[in-house]
């Protein structure tokens, strides 16, 4: 998946020389300079094998169900990068619903990951951004404790408020609060959000450099069947 946009970046400089004498200085004169930089927004994303960084389609493959708490790490990676001159940001959500479902229902409240369409239930996932490609991949751990592991949720963009959380997990306040922020810069800084990085919870990569979003799955109660999802991964000016 690739969004690409390109603009011309035109400069105007005018330049007059001051009259000058060898026997010294006989005057000057200021002279107007002006210039206009179009603006350029330009994101790359390509979906990478984690064993040979060979670009291929995102699949899980067949899972059991079973194990423990969120200990299966994705077979693939996102490699993602930015060209912007703006104050910009890159968030990450899955999209798996044109309307949201009700509640309470069969799909409960929190919907991100791969949603099984028969049985109305969801593999969950969670996210890891990185500077550089890991050998392997990313370690599994609890998003629960993301300030330990380095792993977030990922959220639906129909999450709806849980209420057995105390605090609104809804799509909407999360993604506010920046929550689904994997990265963000400007023209001259750009940094990943890296949770277990403390105490910036950041790490900066140079301007223009790829990064690198890894997934981890949760199997350990989910119905079996088919499970297919949509992964955004969205750039947009602050």
């Not at 990068?81 to 309307?99: G, L, R």
């Not at 919907?111 to 969950?124: F, I, Q």
């Not at 900066?204 to 955004?232: H, K, M, Q």
């Amino acid at each position: 998946m690739k969004r690409f946009m390109q603009f011309l970046v035109v400069a105007a400089l005018v330049v007059s020389a001051a009259s000058v004498s060898f026997a010294g200085f006989v005057s000057s004169a200021p002279v107007a300079m002006s210039a206009t930089v179009n603006s350029i927004s330009s994101m790359g994303v390509e979906v990478r094998n984690v064993t040979d960084d060979v670009i291929a389609a995102y699949a899980l493959g067949t899972l059991d169900s079973g194990g423990t708490y969120y200990d299966t790490a994705g077979k693939q990676y996102v490699e993602i990068t930015i060209a912007d001159n703006s104050v910009w940001k890159i968030k990450t959500y899955t999209d798996n619903f044109t309307v949201a479902p009700s509640t309470p229902g069969p799909w409960g409240y929190q919907y991100g990951g791969l949603s099984n369409y028969t049985s109305s239930t969801t593999l969950s996932l969670a996210w890891q951004a990185s500077t550089a490609t890991v050998l392997g991949g990313i370690s599994v751990g609890s998003p629960a404790i993301s300030t330990t592991t380095g792993w977030t949720f990922i959220k639906d963009h129909h999450d709806a408020w849980d209420p057995g959380s105390l605090t609104d997990n809804s799509f909407a306040t999360a993604d506010a609060e920046g929550y689904t922020t994997v990265a963000y810069g400007s023209v001259s800084y750009a940094n990943i959000t890296v949770p277990n990085v403390l105490p910036e919870q950041y790490r900066a990569i140079a301007v223009g450099a790829p990064f690198y979003l890894y997934t981890e799955v949760d199997r350990s109660v989910v119905a079996a069947g088919s499970y297919t999802g949509t992964l955004v991964i969205d750039l947009s000016h602050n």
